[in-house]
């Protein structure tokens, strides 16, 4: 039994010696932590669909007001002017003091009658007496004969 305490007490003196060594002896470091995944790439946000805006309208060209030409223009006007507007007489006559310029259209006639203006000494319209004086062919005659030009 003796021999029995011998190895004991021989066993608890190893135990202590092995204690001791490790106390005085560093511990490894731990081993470094596993790296972290990588995080994932955020997906791109989809772009905000912003509706397409419709093409700019151009304004609406208004229509040109129709020109309403009336033969009481020539009043006035010398020769010269009155062919400008009109374009040469189909006739030209002397009437007493007056000078009378005829234009013909489809289913009218224009005479422009003009006198001398004492002042200028130049002869200007005074009148004119269109055939058909009245309604729509009146209304058209003029501007047909005005609208040649």
């Known amino acids: 039994m003796r021999r029995c305490r011998l190895f004991i007490a021989l066993l608890g003196v190893l135990y202590l010696a092995g204690c001791a060594d490790k106390e005085d002896v560093a511990l490894p470091p731990p081993p470094p932590p596993?790296?972290?995944?990588?995080?994932?790439?955020?997906?791109?946000?989809?772009?905000t669909l912003i509706p397409p805006v419709p093409p700019h309208k151009p304004p609406i060209p208004k229509l040109p007001e129709k020109t309403v030409y009336l033969p009481d223009e020539?009043?006035?006007l010398d020769q010269p002017?009155?062919?400008?507007?009109?374009?040469?007489?189909v006739d030209s006559r002397d009437e007493g003091a007056a000078h009378v310029l005829t234009y013909r259209g489809k289913n009218c006639q224009l005479d422009v009658i003009l006198f001398l203006d004492v002042k200028s000494g130049t002869e200007r319209v005074l009148?004119?007496?269109?055939?058909?004086?009245?309604?729509?062919?009146?209304?058209?005659?003029?501007a047909a004969l005005r609208g040649g030009r």
Do not use: F, H, M, W
Request: charged letters at 15%; one cysteine or more.
């Open 81 to 89: 002017g009155v062919t400008r507007l009109l374009g040469n007489p």
């Open 127 to 142: 009148s004119y007496d269109q055939q058909p004086s009245a309604g729509k062919v009146a209304a058209a005659c003029y």
């Open 34 to 47: 596993a790296p972290l995944p990588a995080p994932e790439p955020e997906a791109p946000e989809p772009p």
């Open 74 to 76: 020539l009043i006035g």
